[in-house]
């Protein structure tokens, strides 16, 4: 009979963990949910210098590095399909913003057909990617 006791007690004195798990998976889903996500163009680029360099949250990412290649998405786009491949990204976010990363030795006659390209498809927010010197 003492045997009976004593898992009694034991059971009315554990600790239930259930409520406590679900409270850190409800806690972690909310996490990753409402996690922003870091985008990379898919090559690293050496941004040039300019002195009026802000900090600004892109939804689209184009880079350029130094032998004049544009990857857009980690993949690299040809000049001719800058435009459609820009179309279909805008399209999955309207109200984000184009930033365009050069690396110091691209030509700048690629950003300008980059920003070309997006002015047409009706993206307004436009900017450069630099380092602050």
């Known amino acids: 009979m003492s045997k009976r006791q004593n898992t009694a007690e034991e059971e009315a004195g554990a600790i239930d963990l259930t409520p406590m798990l679900d409270v850190v998976f409800i806690m972690l889903i909310f996490f990753i949910v409402t996690a922003t996500f870091i985008k990379v163009p898919g090559t690293d680029v050496i941004k040039p210098e300019a002195t009026t360099a802000e900090l600004k949250t892109a939804s689209i990412l184009v880079a350029i590095n130094e032998s004049n290649e544009i990857w857009i998405a980690k993949e690299k786009v040809d000049e001719g399909q800058v435009r459609i491949v820009l179309e279909r990204l805008y399209s999955e976010n309207p109200k984000g913003w ?27 927010k436009v900017s450069v990617a630099t380092e602050k010197s």
């Open 98 to 124: 184009l930033v365009i990363q050069p690396d110091k030795g691209a030509n700048i006659e690629k950003i300008a057909l980059i920003a070309q390209a997006a002015r047409k498809i009706g993206i307004e």
